[in-house]
């Protein structure tokens, strides 16, 4: 009898089946974690966006506004949310400490800062779009402090066409005006 050396027919069949079906299985979950690396990378750009908008606004307006006013320049004539039971939810002009009033508004989907003083500032990058921005102000009572409420959507800028690609948050906040 004659030893042969090598493998069989079906021994070879059976190695390239196994083969044939792992290979794909680790592409699938290759490619299903940069998916998910992917997914996790946008949602941190649309968070560090939202975040330091919302921060720069809030910081602004809690520690240098004096009056709140609906029209641009602030007079004593168009002050907003000074009495009792008073909300308004327009467009508001934020008057500084120094005289200067600033504002906020969305410009070409970013939201932007103006002020007397500097030009226009964007506050989020091209990399996100902002919606649904609004600011309003409300004031309880006569011996509260007025009340100052922002909201606003931001989401991917180009969004792609796999609604689980997407990355959207939504901010909302209320913060009391100390007018000194």
Same mark, same amino acid.
């Given at each position: 009898?004659?030893?042969?050396?090598?493998?069989?027919?079906?021994?070879?069949?059976?190695?390239?089946?196994?083969?044939?079906?792992?290979?794909?299985?680790?592409?699938?979950?290759?490619?299903?974690?940069?998916?998910?690396?992917?997914?996790?990378?946008?949602?941190?750009?649309?968070?560090?966006?939202?975040?330091?908008?919302?921060?720069?606004?809030?910081?602004?307006?809690?520690?240098?506004?004096?009056?709140?006013?609906?029209?641009?320049?602030?007079?004593?004539?168009?002050?907003?949310?000074?009495?009792?039971?008073?909300?308004?939810?327009?467009?508001?002009?934020?008057?500084?400490?120094?005289? =200067?009033?600033?504002?906020?508004?969305?410009? +070409?989907?970013? @939201?932007? !800062?103006? %002020?007397?003083?500097? $030009?226009?500032? &964007?506050?989020?990058?091209?990399?996100?779009?902002?919606?649904?921005?609004?600011? =309003?102000?409300?004031?309880?009572?006569?011996? +509260?402090?007025? @009340?100052? !409420?922002? %909201?606003?959507?931001? $989401?991917?800028? &180009?969004?792609?066409?796999?609604?689980?690609?997407?990355?959207?948050?939504?901010?909302?906040?209320?913060?009391?005006?100390?007018?000194?």
């Amino acid at each position: 009898m004659k030893k042969n050396k090598g493998f069989t027919l079906i021994e070879s069949l059976i190695v390239v089946g196994v083969i044939a079906i792992i290979i794909p299985a680790l592409f699938a979950l290759f490619f299903s974690h940069l998916r998910a690396q992917s997914k996790v990378y946008l949602l941190q750009q649309v968070k560090q966006n939202g975040d330091n908008a919302l921060n720069v606004i809030e910081t602004l307006i809690k520690e240098n506004t004096i009056s709140i006013h609906s029209g641009s320049p602030p007079t004593s004539g168009n002050q907003v949310c000074t009495d009792a039971s008073s909300t308004y939810s327009s467009t508001m002009y934020f008057l500084d400490r120094s005289g =200067s009033y600033f504002n906020f508004a969305v410009a +070409s989907n970013k @939201i932007a !800062s103006s %002020s007397s003083v500097s $030009s226009t500032v &964007n506050l989020t990058s091209d990399k996100v779009a902002v919606t649904s921005f609004a600011l =309003s102000c409300a004031q309880g009572s006569s011996f +509260s402090d007025p @009340i100052v !409420s922002v %909201s606003f959507t931001v $989401s991917q800028a &180009n969004s792609v066409n796999r609604p689980d690609e997407s990355a959207t948050l939504q901010y909302q906040t209320k913060m009391k005006l100390r007018p000194d």
